[in-house]
């Protein structure tokens, strides 16, 4: 049975082999991914409270895509309405959902003090317009 083992030997040898070129691919895969990879850091406040802040790791392009991403990750809650302008938050929160309210002027806005595109506008772009880059900083208030 010495040719047997020596199959046997060649079989287990080619498995292995496999093994590692799968793994090592798969891990190669996350490498890549990972450099597409930004981290975001996301604040939600109503009025003055802080009601959510964490950095957040994301492959979206804009601003739009990583909300709802975060919202089906049930990272946090999103309500947003269509408009000619792309999509709109009308409510947002971490708990419960806190809706704006235009009967009394209360909106939900953002603003970043390092996003490239809201600072050479002076103001930020609508959430499905906004490119993001990795370390930027988003705060979405809603109030007057």
Request: some cysteine; hydrophobic content about 35%.
């Amino acid at each position: 049975g010495y040719g047997m083992m020596k199959k046997i030997r060649h079989i287990l040898l080619a498995m292995l082999l496999l093994v590692v070129v799968v793994l090592g691919y798969g891990w190669y895969q996350n490498q890549q991914r990972d450099e597409g990879n930004k981290t975001i850091e996301v604040t939600i406040q109503v009025d003055e409270e802080v009601i959510y802040t964490d950095s957040v790791q994301t492959d979206a392009a804009r601003l739009g895509d990583l909300l709802a991403e975060l919202k089906q990750q049930g990272e946090l809650l999103l309500e947003v309405e269509e408009s000619a302008y792309g999509r709109f938050i009308t409510g947002m929160g971490k708990d419960q959902l806190y809706r704006q309210d235009t009967a009394a002027g209360r909106y939900w806005t953002y603003s970043s003090d390092n996003n490239a595109t809201c600072v050479a506008d002076g103001y930020c772009r609508g959430i499905d317009s906004l490119d993001i880059q990795d370390g930027d900083r988003f705060v979405f208030t809603l109030g007057q």
